[in-house]
């Protein structure tokens, strides 16, 4: 029970920090939704969304590739630090090369707010393409910054230190936070009552400007970065030539699968943006806040991710190690369909972190409540998919994670492609519902033929099927009564608590 300690209680102290750094993000988006214009919402959402697609080119699966390498080369761990901030760097650089000569370019493609040339609406304060053009030097700002942020981070992780870990991603969100409020209320507040140098604020203040939203982000990313110096000052101009080029080769497959799993995550928003001819940011910014609310779940999974993967790759060697992963596997699923059963549930309180700036914002903010069940179950199928994972990573086909993160990619762009059109948002809720479902179905199948694990499929798939039947029976049989719901989830913990007595009864006795 050693091991399973220390992966738990590595899993609690990446899990607290993320649990708390997403809560404080989450706390921003009802005062998002308050502060700025609907469609100021989306746009908000829009960057974003190329943000994560660009973090995930810039660090070139690096972070994967370094665990496996540390693993390969435990007497080297020194020169495969090296090389892999190396390649980051190295790309980071070519990245800035290719874009900036373009950079007019790219914030014309980014830029939604093309309803107004189509519809004459009026247009949304912060959409015209100046402020495109801004946010597009922030855009490539922060996403530079973050990506020399990103393999100290996987050192620390590497390194067994969750507790700086977590400091470091807390004093980021609290960075973010701070400057959002400073920005939202204190400045507006300062003007308004003629404090010191109001005069000069007033100057160069522009209220309700979403700008100040990535201002804030890349304010963020430069603490961090900053406060991860001690960690960078390790890194020595130390290179080993072929070592860096078996790191690229094993890697690439990496970055093609995890830009397809970005794309399954980011790219609806995206699209919304292009196919939509009307409401386009409207309706961006009704998904991306009602989609939050399914954050919760996705917060669970990333805290699991971090502990996993370094826990995965050392019990490796062990003979046990199969049953280790199908365990782990059991509890995971449990966990995350309570978590899904419980979003649904309780829809009627969390729904008030979506609230416009008037009523009749924020009964359109609401009518998008309906994405969420999709939404949360291709989460499941998502977390479920990232625990499969670990059988192509472990034994080094990670063709395979391209493969399948292609075909869910592939599947995400033709499905929102042919119904946005004719569905808006509701299209791209269940087709990230149907391109995580079948990752997951795929991996699994793959998975057994290629690298087998113990999984208990039945039980599983048992624990899943009566989640969703919980869930429809919540949200559509009894329309979103909180106090069915909750009786619902009650009755299915308490129904999993029984089943699972004897091992939990096992697991704390030891």
């Given amino acids: 029970m050693s091991t399973a300690k220390k992966f738990a209680g590595q899993t609690a102290l990446y899990g607290i920090s993320t649990i708390a750094s997403r809560v404080l993000t989450f706390f921003m988006t009802p005062i998002y939704t308050r502060s700025y214009a609907l469609g100021a919402n989306g746009i908000i959402t829009t960057m974003y969304s190329y943000v994560s697609m660009t973090n995930a080119l810039l660090t ?21 630090y090296n090389n892999a901030f190396a390649s980051v760097a190295a790309v980071t650089v070519l990245f800035l090369l290719f874009t900036l000569p373009f950079i007019g370019h790219i914030a014309s493609f980014i830029d939604i707010d093309h309803a107004k040339k189509v519809s004459h609406a009026k247009p949304v304060l912060g959409s015209s393409p100046a402020d495109f053009l801004k946010y597009t030097y922030l855009f ?18 590497a390194d067994g230190k969750p507790g700086r870990y977590g400091i470091i991603k807390m004093a980021s969100v609290l960075i973010f936070v701070g400057f959002n409020m400073l920005f939202i209320y204190v400045l507006p507040f300062w003007i308004k009552h003629h404090l010191g140098g109001a005069a000069w604020i007033s100057g160069w203040y522009v209220p309700k400007w979403v700008g100040y939203v990535f201002i804030s982000e890349l304010l963020s990313s430069i603490v961090t970065l900053l406060l991860l110096l001690p960690e960078l000052l390790k890194i020595r101009f130390e290179f080993d030539k072929a070592m860096l080029m078996s790191m690229y080769s094993y890697s690439w497959p990496v970055l093609i699968a995890n830009l397809s799993y970005l794309v399954n995550e980011n ?28 954050v919760f779940l996705s917060v669970f999974i990333n805290a699991f991710r971090l502990g996993a993967e370094p826990f995965f790759f050392n019990q490796s060697k062990n003979k046990n190690a199969g049953q280790t992963y199908a365990r782990i596997m059991d509890y995971f699923v449990i966990a995350v369909c309570v978590i899904f059963i419980g979003i649904i549930a309780n829809i009627e309180i969390l729904k008030y972190w979506v609230h416009g700036p008037d009523a009749r914002q924020t009964a359109l903010y609401w009518t998008g409540l309906r994405v969420i069940p999709p939404l949360a179950f291709g989460y499941v199928s998502l977390g479920i998919y990232m625990n499969l ?9 990670t063709k395979f994670g391209l493969y399948i993160s292609g075909i ?14 004719s569905y808006s ?45 919980v869930v429809y029976l919540s949200f559509y049989i009894f329309k979103r009564n909180i106090f069915i719901g909750d009786a619902l989830l009650l009755g299915y913990v308490l129904v999993a608590f029984y089943f699972e ?5 096992a697991i704390f006795k030891r």
Avoid at 389 to 397: H, P
């Fill in 267 to 294: 790219m609806d928003k995206i699209l919304l943006g292009k196919l939509l001819t009307v409401n386009v940011a409207r309706d961006v910014g009704i998904y991306g806040a009602c989609a939050k609310i399914a």
């Fill in 60 to 80: 070139f699966g690096m972070e994967t590739t370094f665990f496996r390498y540390l693993n390969k080369h435990a007497d080297n761990k020194q020169k495969v």
């Fill in 501 to 505: 007595r004897a091992n939990l009864k």
């Fill in 140 to 157: 490539l700002a922060i996403v530079v910054v973050d990506a020399w942020c990103a393999i100290p981070f996987v050192k620390l992780r």
């Fill in 425 to 469: 948002y509701m299209a791209s809720a269940w087709t990230s519902l149907i391109a995580y479902t079948i990752m997951m179905i795929l991996s699994y199948l793959w998975g057994q033929k290629n690298y087998p694990i113990p999984y208990n499929l039945k039980k599983n798939l048992a624990y899943i099927v009566s989640a969703i039947v």
């Fill in 389 to 397: 994972s670990i059988w192509y990573k472990l034994s080094d086909q």
């Fill in 408 to 421: 869910g990619a592939v599947l995400t762009i033709v499905l929102n492609v042919l119904f946005i059109p």
